[in-house]
């Protein structure tokens, strides 16, 4: 019988489960002779991965979050380690949260195991000195976005440009009607998307501000209607307290399970949480705002060093201002709506966006799980 060789994996959250997923399959089909293990989320495990903890362990955001979890995310990544250690596998490869992976990158790279981090570290927004620590972390970083590779070249760490997975997802051809019906939407209803944030950390600060604004938006605009995709029953039922907390339980809104695309594909605007969703956004065609709250202190600390003057992904892929931004204390209620009624009641803005996002999903349409799973292949022992 052949052999087998084991590939250990750590992606933190519902966007590193969904690329890491991607990526188990195209490695898959060069390479049946791979067991794939670590830390990884239910996509992930569809595709034939052994998940020794689930990537929802990981998905805590903001300083302040993290250090209320840390004894615990601590003592996870110490036992990972130990066990990969213990039993090396033929590498490493860490999906995006670079807190977490990247000292298990270092550690099991000095042991000897080819150590790949999957998502460049945003060393471009904020935290550039960082780039040091990656040299001595990893053996190879496979960047998404097309300005990545440059930087990590000047300083001489091995790179690939591999697009994002996003992009070859989904279909540049607008979608709108057909995810109208998929939604059993009228086609010519008013539709915004609230996307607050896939994390319950994220719902904790975002939730009643976007209720908020959608009270606002109903009171001048009884004809909206309004999507909120959730991934888990407990972000789901976080919402709804939220939506009795603002005793806003007559809106017309519809919870969804999932569906994030559908909906941005068929509202027309969105409120966005900032992160993968505004790319997500973008690639679906939707005008949106981006905005976000954290925990004050985080908050204080990021914008500190921050470098990049967004936070959206649209705007630092376009490199100019092309979707409006309201953070932390311009992050109200009634900011919120005053911005998405603009963007409603602004036909050219809205096809302003639109074309933007256009020239942005062809960038990024790589084949990127091909790319990712041919730049990981010379790391591996032959088959």
């Known amino acids: ?21 991607h990526l188990i399959k195209a490695l ?12 990884g989320g239910p996509r992930m495990q569809s595709a034939g991965f052994d998940a020794w903890w689930p990537s929802e362990k990981l998905a805590v955001r903001g300083y302040f979050e993290v250090l209320k979890h840390y004894r615990e995310l601590a003592g996870i990544r110490r036992s990972l380690l130990d066990r990969l250690l213990k039993d090396k596998p ?47 972390s990893v053996s190879r970083v496979l960047c998404l976005f097309p300005f990545e590779p440059a930087i990590y070249e000047k300083a001489g760490v091995p790179v690939s440009y591999v697009g994002h997975p996003f992009a070859d ?21 008013r539709i915004v998307a609230l996307l607050p944030g896939s994390r319950q950390s994220e719902l904790q600060y975002n939730a009643h501000a976007w209720i908020g604004a959608a009270k606002l938006l109903h009171e001048r605009h009884p004809d909206l209607r309004f999507l909120v995709p959730l991934t888990t029953r407990e972000t789901r039922t976080q919402f709804e307290q ?27 605007v969105a409120l966005v949480a900032s992160g993968t969703a505004t790319l997500e ?12 709250r954290i925990h004050a202190l985080s908050y204080r ?36 709506a005053d911005a998405l009624d603009a963007l409603l009641g602004d036909a050219v803005a809205r096809a302003a966006q639109i074309d933007e996002f256009e020239r942005i999903h062809f960038t990024l349409r790589q084949g990127t799980a091909a790319r990712a799973a041919a730049a990981i292949l010379p790391h591996l022992p032959r088959a």
């Open 28 to 39: 898959r089909d060069a390479r049946p002779d791979i067991d794939f293990v670590g830390i």
């Open 169 to 189: 997802e989904i279909s540049p051809e607008p979608q709108r009607f057909a995810a109208r019906e998929r939604l059993a939407i009228p086609v010519d209803a």
């Open 90 to 136: 033929a590498a490493f490869i860490g999906v995006d949260a670079p807190d977490f992976n990247l000292w298990l990158e270092r550690k099991l790279r000095d042991a000897g195991v080819p150590a790949i981090h999957y998502v460049s570290p945003s060393i471009w927004a904020w935290r550039g000195g960082r780039i040091k620590g990656i040299a001595r």
């Open 301 to 336: 600390i990021m914008k500190r060093m921050a470098y990049q003057p967004w936070v959206g992904l649209p705007n630092i892929l376009a490199g100019r201002s092309i979707v409006p931004e309201l953070l932390q204390h311009d992050a109200t209620p009634e900011k919120l």
């Open 242 to 268: 939220a939506l009795w907390d603002c005793q806003a339980t007559e809106l017309p809104v519809s919870i969804l399970f999932g569906h994030a695309r559908d909906a941005l594909m068929a509202c027309d």
């Open 1 to 21: 019988m052949a052999s087998r060789i084991t590939v250990a994996m750590v992606a933190g959250e519902a966007s590193g489960d969904q690329l890491a997923a």
């Open 281 to 292: 956004a973008a690639l679906c065609r939707a005008p949106h705002v981006v905005a976000y």
